[in-house]
């Protein structure tokens, strides 16, 4: 069973290093995250992309509108 790990993200940057020790800690292996950058600056969306190059299953989507939408919608 693969367990889907939704992250919504804007300009957290300080706290993506604790939610990914947090994620990475786990001990069921077979995961996915999705962090979902809801319009953040492009320094804060670069930490991101960084983390994305540590593990294959880390996936950051970028929702796509012009002002943020909050936690919610980024869940949807």
Not at 19 to 39: C, F, P, R, Y
Not at 58 to 65: D, G, H, S, T, Y
Request: aromatic share 6%; hydrophobic share 35%.
């Amino acid at each position: 069973m693969k367990v889907s790990i939704v992250t919504p993200f804007f300009n957290s940057s300080e706290h993506i290093d604790s939610t990914a020790k947090s994620v990475l800690a786990q001990t069921h292996q077979n995961w996915e995250w999705i962090i979902v950058d809801d319009g953040s600056y492009t320094d804060e969306r670069q930490a991101l992309e960084v983390l994305a190059t540590t593990d294959s299953r880390i996936q950051i989507k970028e929702r796509a509108a012009k002002k943020p939408k909050g936690a919610c919608a980024c869940r949807n």
